[in-house]
């Protein structure tokens, strides 16, 4: 017997086909998850045979057909008339009395009688085709909130099996193969959580711009959840460690981002009649309070993401393959919880072939004249198309690049010809990222000003190869090389790779790599904060002007020391995160003093230096009473690292080490910070700390590594390797100190290079040092990745691991292996 109405704890996974996607997912999670602890609101569905018993029992499937016969669904003007024929006449035509009346009743029987007398809901869209690994209809229906009354459901569900021919609905079907009435829809009618008075946001179980698998990432704004879909504000954003929620660290959230939430959607009761009168929201500012603050407390963070997980690993074990999911939540302000209110497997990464690592590279140097949050990571060139309005999408030319203030569903038809997408408005799970993503082309969201300082015509380009999404003008020169992934060899030799900024490290972590050799952290200060430490510890002192743009930067937090640990923490935290349990070696910061100078407020605490390259630098710095402060948040940031958030695989390096006198005072001020090294526990425990790590992930002490790239570092090299746990050369500051060339001078760089050999007789002399003492000998320098020749040379003399910028990964791995390859066929001869 066909049922038409279904409770949601009747329905699950497999029931896709008579209640669809989403709806068998809400069912699946309330009865198999509940009693995991995950909290989903309970409703009932209308489900597909009531769909079809709708349609035949008043010719609606014939209107439908008939309308649809010969569609091109690339004349958007003839696509637009019949969709909306068809939607009006399912609008216009009532429900058999018996639908009708079943609809009513389950209302009363399933929500009133648990949730009150006119208790609002939700009704939702759910095809079934829709939600499904492979296929993504999500987004392509739409959803009526707050609605209140037995009738005034019946009318919201009937509206929703309308939205099954919007537009965008109709070409996406059409564009991938799918029978218009072969596939139906279910309307889920779910217990609406009170998030207008609170907030709401979606959450991924996987990285959605790389893929990488052992994170969660949150967004989140005030209000309903429709504001982040559309594009409307840019949420906050929280990503949570998945293996730090597992062995229950402290602080498992490894990066907050602050978001830009100006206005939120909320209940509002309005006059009208039909669909008009049930959709009962409004867009309202945010107070200044709601602006500056997160919208989930750190522990609701860490909750929510330890669903996330749950839900994984359900889907996961039911589909027997890996199935990341695509997740909304919503709190109630009335009662303070939190719920998960949809729950579907993700598509595009699910789906994509992690051997295959295809590479943009630009050519050539342009400004931004623009950024934003990055989609993807390609460069596409092309003449831009500033659309303002839906209404003049016809005008689109296929390979154009679109430029509005946001989209949604109405624009796809358009988007799927784009080159590339530029929004003013929207973050990382707006509609333009998620669509963009699916197509497989790059876009930048959320740049505030693209519809201001873009025209129609100008030819631009938008990269998003980097940390962020840049736009800039003109067409900009690139490569694009595809590699293998499975025909590259894994040499003897360790090859780690340089991480520049913390935003791509999850990206490049799919480069066939041992760890991170040198992760900077004064690309991560400037980048993050761009503020001096000094500044921001002196707050009070600084001019009116300086103190506003500090404190507009440490929006989201009220203590100047904590906002600065937390965000380096944070971007140390993802490289860490992303390439474990493999090593990331983290190099505290190297300034000089014009470059600190820069950073917002350092003109106040710089001097000016003839050389700056051999100047106040590295650890002169850390001891000095005129910095010692800023140091000791550096050292707090990774202490944090390590010991609270369970990344003890980072290491922290410590660069331009003069003397040995030098960095014992720096394990000194370390130790005053809480982060206390190897050689600070021998020296007080008067014998060698037995390992780094202990069980449970907890540092017993800190291995801390120093760079080489003084000559003095292999002179006393052994004096050095006392104090150090091992070495990493820097091959660009040893081979200008060697040579007395001033890398920064054009005139004298091109006399010589670290070929030299002089260089050479160090670097052997060094390697040669630390493989006798057992200590870690690796290189970060730029040599091996400009000169493969370089890199051969230092395979010849053992070292332990090569460090490479990432765009040089393979090929130097290619020929470390034919190097090691001779070798043993050297030793064979012999």
């Known amino acids: 017997m066909k049922k038409y109405i279904l409770k949601f704890e009747e329905v699950g996974i497999k029931d896709v086909g008579m209640v669809g996607g989403k709806n068998a997912s809400l069912g699946e999670m309330i009865r198999t998850l509940g009693a995991k602890g995950v909290p989903v609101p309970s409703g009932f569905t209308v489900t597909a045979d009531g769909y079809y018993y709708f349609l035949a029992s008043t010719g609606l499937d014939k209107f439908i057909k008939e309308t649809l016969k010969g569609l091109n669904t690339k004349n958007l003007k003839e696509l637009e008339r019949r969709g909306k024929l068809i939607r009006d006449k399912i609008v216009a035509t009532e429900f058999p009395k018996d639908l009708n009346d079943d609809i009513e009743n389950a209302y009363r029987n399933y929500i009133e009688k648990r949730y009150g007398k006119n208790a609002d809901v939700a009704v939702r869209s759910s095809a079934t085709a829709e939600d499904l690994p492979g296929a993504s209809f999500a987004g392509e229906q ?14 919201a569900v009937r509206a929703t099996m309308a939205s099954l021919f919007t537009d965008r609905a109709i070409s996406y079907r059409a564009d991938r193969g799918f029978d218009h009435l072969k596939i139906a829809l279910s309307a889920g009618v779910q217990k609406m959580v009170r998030s207008d008075k609170a907030c709401s946001g979606v959450m991924f179980s996987v990285d959605t711009e790389s893929g990488f698998k052992d994170i969660v990432i949150i967004n989140g704004s005030w209000g309903l959840g429709e504001m982040i879909v559309k594009g409307e504000v840019t949420p906050d954003e929280f990503i949570v460690w998945k293996n730090g929620l597992k062995t229950k660290t402290k602080k498992p959230i490894i990066e907050k981002k602050l978001g830009v939430k100006l206005r939120k959607m909320i209940y509002h009761h309005q006059a009208g009649n039909g669909v008009a009168s049930i959709q009962q929201t409004k867009i309202v500012p945010t107070s200044t309070r709601e602006r500056d603050t997160f919208v989930l407390s750190d522990k609701e963070v860490a909750q929510l993401a330890t669903w996330g997980t749950i839900i994984e690993k359900h889907y996961t074990d039911h589909y027997k393959k890996w199935t990341p999911m695509d997740m909304e939540w919503a709190k109630d302000g009335e009662t303070g919880e939190i719920f998960i209110v949809q729950a579907r497997p ?25 950024t934003g949050a990055s989609v993807g990571s390609k460069i596409a060139t092309g003449k831009a198309h500033v659309i303002m309005d839906a209404k003049h999408i016809n005008d689109f030319k296929r390979g154009e690049i679109l430029v509005t203030t946001m989209t949604d569903p109405d624009w796809e038809p358009i988007m799927k010809m784009a080159a590339a997408i530029v929004t003013d408005k929207g973050g990382r799970t707006s509609h333009a990222a998620i669509v963009s993503r699916e197509l497989g082309i790059p876009a930048v969201v959320g740049t505030e000003r693209a519809t201001k300082l873009i025209k129609t015509g100008d030819i631009i380009t938008v990269d998003t190869t980097g940390s962020g999404g840049n736009i800039s003008r003109g067409a900009m020169k690139f490569k694009v090389v595809e590699h293998d992934l499975k025909k590259v060899p894994k040499p003897k030799t360790k090859v780690m790779v340089n991480v520049a900024v913390a935003d791509s490290a999850f990206e490049v972590s799919f480069l066939p790599n041992r760890g991170v050799g040198l992760a900077r952290e004064e690309f991560i200060i400037a980048s993050k904060m761009g503020l001096h430490p000094m500044a921001l510890l002196n707050l009070k002192d600084q001019t009116p002007a300086v103190r506003a743009a500090i404190e507009a930067k440490m929006r989201g937090w009220t203590d100047p020391k904590q906002y600065y640990i937390d965000n380096l923490a944070f971007g140390i935290a993802k490289i860490g995160a992303a390439f474990w349990p493999n090593h990331v070696i983290v190099r505290f910061s190297d300034f000089k003093t014009n470059e600190y100078r820069t950073l917002l407020g350092g003109e ?4 000016r230096e003839e050389n700056p390259m051999i100047g106040w630098r590295g650890a002169s710095r850390y001891y000095d009473p005129k910095f010692k402060p800023a140091f000791m948040m550096e050292a707090a940031a990774l202490k944090m690292v390590r010991e609270d958030m369970g990344l003890t695989n980072v290491i922290p390096m410590v660069p331009f080490c003069r003397t040995v006198d030098e960095g014992i005072k720096v394990q000194e001020t370390m130790a005053e910070a809480g982060l206390v090294t190897n050689y600070m526990a021998t020296r007080k425990a008067g014998k060698l700390a037995k390992g780094s790590i202990m069980k449970r992930g907890v540092p017993a002490a800190t291995p801390i590594y120093v760079m080489c790239e003084i000559p003095s570092n292999v002179l006393l090299a052994d004096k050095f390797l006392d104090i150090f746990d091992g070495m990493s050369i820097g091959s660009n500051d040893l081979t200008q100190l060697t040579l007395g060339l001033d890398r920064d001078s054009g005139i004298v760089t091109k006399i010589a290079n670290e070929n030299n050999e002089a260089v050479k007789i160090l670097i052997g002399d060094v390697i040669k040092k630390a493989r006798a003492r057992k200590k870690y000998i690796g290189i970060c320098g730029q040599a091996p990745s400009d000169y493969p020749d370089f890199a051969q040379f230092l395979v010849t003399r053992g070292i332990e691991s090569i460090s490479l910028n990432p765009d040089t990964v393979v090929p130097t791995t290619i020929a470390i292996a034919k190097e090691e390859a001779k070798m043993k066929g050297k030793r064979r001869g012999k």
Do not use: M
């Open 142 to 155: 739409e959803s009526y909130l707050g609605i209140r009354g037995a009738k005034e459901v019946a009318v």
């Open 604 to 607: 106040a605490y710089e001097p």
């Open 346 to 370: 993700e598509t595009i990464q699910a789906g994509r072939d992690f051997s295959k690592l295809k590479e943009y590279t630009p050519l050539e140097t342009k400004t931004p004249v623009l």
